[in-house]
């Protein structure tokens, strides 16, 4: 049987016989439309529902002077962004130490994530309470207690300054100083890793045994094998990982909302922090809104960047890519 | 079934699901509120004795929803309150939420916002202003003057806390006042004499230098910063710190703002008080019992008198506190007023503001119901209630109840309510833009004072009409 | 491999293992230390009395042992016990979970497997979702679920998860594509339509990565407040999360010990979901349906 013949037997369904070669093209099309979007019909149908209203008032009450408790917004046109870039000196602290963060603790975040995921990719015994408890931090996420645990931690006689203590330098006040207070969320952020771990692990197994194998008996060493066969295969997963970790670097809030609020001299008020406190706080919810859209542009852009240059180094096994 | 109608049945099984379980409660507005029976009630009630709660009965079921934030003590003695007023109210069902004081005003702002304020709401001092300008609370001035609610036993003093533009638009659930509370141990030990309650500025920075040179310790814990510190230095001088329609900043001269920061300067210099950067790490945001005063570490701090049964209970019973009134300036009078730790308010959206108001009344005056919370908001308001309460209260609470009564013989009469605007100033002016540019030596104190003016008057020149 | 397999050489082999073994094992469980010292300071603080948490922060042993910071924390608030937030949480965390993760398997099939006309644009869309901040977004939804009268319920909680969630979306997306499109074409010269390719192609071989989306959508779930803060008024129905925070009033004085206690108890169902799940993700998957 030809293998327009196959394809004709194996869709009865389809508009009778399928003759000519444009109309096989096309009718192909069009069935995986019909696919396509039922599989996304759950997703596109709550979309509609429950998402994309909210973030179109979202969208219209950040060029009103909306204040949450009165009714009726005003419309105040471009006033809430002239006054975000021109006259409000806390924005671009928020934007300071928004990018600080997010230069430092995401790829941090994932380096480590990548080295403990594959020093626990191992069958060796007792590995799987060892993954227990690298991932047992970020399960604390951002909770009440939490933000007493890291206060103290870093507290003028908790952990860390023990530990400085033994090598001979002086305690520091950690969260009280604005060039140190910043990075004990970085640090948060970092012991909270098991997350994208958990998922390089995943991808980690994914990897057969047989290429590293097949590798070695060709003469590769550790660093060959890391390097040609780990990071090609392990790319999807990174990618993922790069695009998820900037996303939500770009959002933190809760660990700044419960351990620092902002302090000291805004140098951890990260830009969802103080939005959130413009909003409901200060009842400026209009200019909460106006900040939160300059959010989603700046975040999308650096996404797109991040999309495009997947290719250049994104490997999917599956030969019809992206 | 032919495989490819798969993936149509299954979207369209979902999306018929989702559209059912989208419409089921048809989208219905809000009921509109009855005028006719709100109109009647207060009529009826004014003909009726005080604190009489059986005419209530012979009305219909009746149902309202209470909010207030807390921690789990509070929530325990409310609920049992409620319960209580339950019982002797068969025709009204009470609902309540709660929740902790972090995410109470978001989560009130969003009820708000959708229309679904509870009918009593537990309100602050802080935010009574912004919630009144929009006309969502109740005016009471009818119910107090018809007697449900009976205001026989309360001083106006502490009614006035209340009062937004004139209007009573909250009851104050528990008077408080500000304190200086100071470790005797302490002070016995480094030999420095116990301040007078008429003691200045110049007395406390004397006596926190004494003591930490005597004992190495801190003399003064955190809280110097703290904006209601800005505020009473021009109370004592009888000024408010902003001026009488809340346009702009109420003092003309900085200079006492300016020497109380460089008295916190000098102070930090010498390591008689908490550095701003450990205040900010160590204390900032945590709770009372992490004050270093309970730990040993100062030996003197400043709260609301309502915070000394946690610190107290944090400490041991066997520590020995006392409580003074605010120093004050130089020449100056008492910068003590007594302030309503918290209220109840009622919603203007309540469909039964007189039910809701006999829950007030109850909550104020029914000394059963005082007895369940002892006084756990602050010093009730009733002089009776007070009067039954006192043989029943432990060491640290008779000692807020002794102290409030000392305090209001001297009082001046509360200030104004904060302007809208002020929240603004105080969380991104205040300390971000002053306190903390002028303790870490950016700005020097005229420089910070200067901005203080400068930025505050920009937010508060919104308020023009 | 030269030498031959003496004893001397299995000997020094085993030696040498036995070392790295060791050093391993040292290495992680050092690191692995730093890592839980925090929690164990929670779980040690949770066994000290109130006076003496504060004055004796630093300790891990506690001078006074005492259990009655469970007592406390689990008896709640005005009569409604911790078992009633654990209830909500699981009912919660379970239904949402396992809504959102068959769901965000389904949708990621049909982006990542399936052509169709303004699949980029939807894709976008979808992950814009992300990039919005929901401090914003919150109020407008509150509102569209008044007017639904669905508040105080469940609903709004786990009606949005029908559709998925991007994040998980996304993350299926990058295993299935890393199967090899082979087998689909196979599937489908047997017959098999789109539906078929993927109950019983895709959906056996992601099974790592929808018990890793399971065991994030768990926890995450577990912990997020704002959402029940916002829609669930009834404290009858409020979460482990929503409940730990109504613990603590700055104003007021706040039961640190329960809080820690409770806290520590919260995080044993995430733990155990963790550990309970992860003995499928040490399988692996062997993307052996090209074997030869």
Redesign the interface.
Known sequence: MTVRA?LA??????RGAISRPGERRRAA?R?????????????????F???L???V??LY?AFTDY?????TPHWVGLRNLQRMFFED??YW?SVRATFYYVMIAVPMRLAFALG?AM??NTY?R?V?V?????????????????A????????????IN?VTRLFGIAPV??????RT?IWTLIVLAV?QFG?PM??F???L??I?QEMYEAAAIDGADAADRFFRITLPLLS??I??NL??QT??G??V?TQAFVV???????TT?FY?LY???R???????GY??AM??V??VV??FF?ALVFKSSSYWVF??????? | MNRNRWPIVLGVVLALSLALSACAPAATPTPQPKPATAAAQPTSAQAQPTTAPTAAQAQQPVELRIVWWGSQDRHDRTIKVINLFMQQHPNIKITYEFVAWADYWTKLATQAAGEGLPDIIQQDYAYIGEYTNRNLLLPLDDYVKSGVINTADVTPAELDGGRVNGKLVAINLGSNSQCWVLDVDAFQKAGVPLPAPDWTWADMEKAAMQIHDKLGIWGMGPGLWDEQIWASLYLSLGQWRYNADGTAIGYTDDTPYVQHLERMLRLEKAGAIVPRAEDVANYYGKSVEAQPIVEGKAAMAYFWSNQIVAVWKAAGENRNFKMVPLPRMEGGKSANYIKPSQFWSIAATSKHPKEAAMFIDFFTNSVEANEILMAERGVPISSKVREALKPKLGKSQAAMFDYVAEVSKTAQPIPPADPPGHNDIVKNVLYPQVADPVAFGQLTPAQGAAVLRKEANAILAKNKK | MGEAPTLAWRQRKQQRAFVRSVLYHLIVSILGLAMIYPLLWLFASSFKGPSEIWTHITSLIPEHFTLQNYINGWAGFGGIRFSVFYKNSFIYAGLGTVIAVLSSAVVAYGFSRIRFAGRDLWFACMLATLMLPVQVTIIPQYIFFRRLNLLNTFYPLLLPRLGGQAFFIFMIMQFIRGIPKELDEAAEIDGCGKAGIFFRIILPLIQPALITAAIFSFYWTWEDFLAPLIYLNSPKLYTVSLALRSFADPSGSTDWGAIFAMSGLSLVPVFVVFVAFQKYLVEGIATTGLKG
């Not at chain 1, 060892?130 to 939490?146: N, Q, T």
């Not at chain 1, 909003?279 to 919810?285: I, L, P, S, T």
Request: charged residues 10%; proline residues 6%; contains cysteine.
């Open positions: 196959k037997a194996a869709t009865p369904g389809l099309y069935r995986h439309n019909l696919a396509g979007y039922t599989f996304i019909a759950p997703w596109l149908i709550c979309f529902a429950f998402t209203i909210p973030m008032a979202s009450l204040d949450i408790l009165s009714a000196p806390r602290r403990v020093l626990l060796r007792g799987s060892y993954r227990a408890i690298y991932y047992a931090p970020s399960v604390v996420g951002g909770s009440v207690a939490v007493v645990m890291w206060r103290q931690i870093f507290g003028t006689d908790g952990l023990a006040t950690w969260l009280g100083n604005p207070a012991w997350s958990l998922i692990l995943t991808g197994r994914q057969p999807p997963v990618f993922f695009v998820m996303i939500s770009f959002m809030f620092t609020g902002g302090a000291p001299l805004d008020l969802s939005l959130y406190q909003g409901f706080d200060n009842f400026q919810m909460a809104s939160a859209w959010l989603l975040v999308a996404t999917y096994e599956a030969k019809e890519g992206a």
